[in-house]
Nanobody, 121 residues
Framework: QVQLVESGGGSVQAGGSLTLSCAAS????????IAWFRQSPGKEREIVAY????????YYADSVQGRFTISRNNIKNLSQLQMDALKPEDTAVYYC??????????????WGQGTQVTVSS
């Protein structure tokens, strides 16, 4: 089992920045990739970014490319999502997930509890 705990959400004005953190514990040796998803009311959960836990591969959704940066430190068992130039449409609950690699939520076995990000115009 892997446990994930997110932190760092909050409210910010458009153009601002936030950094989300995801602390992993448990059988972290079983993690192949870490991803960040988001979900806003009435919408499906969507991929934001993912990265290999022990490799260079990263992926960003088109909507965040160039504004968000995903990182991971598998010594500290930590992943971060640096979010810059935030827009009101980035408002959502953000989830950290661990498991296989890809854009579909079903590929990930472990999920954090989610953290709210609100961007005001």
């Amino acid at each position: 089992q892997v446990q994930l705990v997110e932190s760092g959400g909050g409210s910010v004005q458009a153009g601002g920045s936030l950094t989300l953190s995801c602390a992993a514990s448990g059988r972290t040796s079983s993690i192949y990739a870490i991803a960040w998803f988001r979900q806003s009311p009435g919408k499906e959960r969507e991929i934001v970014a993912y990265t290999m836990w022990r490799g260079p591969t990263t992926y960003y959704a088109d909507s965040v490319q160039g504004r968000f940066t995903i990182s991971r430190n598998n010594i500290k068992n930590l992943s971060q999502l640096q979010m810059d130039a935030l827009k009101p449409e980035d408002t959502a609950v953000y989830y950290c997930a661990a498991g296989n690699m890809g854009v579909f939520p079903s590929l990930y076995d472990y999920w954090g509890q989610g953290t709210q990000v609100t961007v005001s115009s």
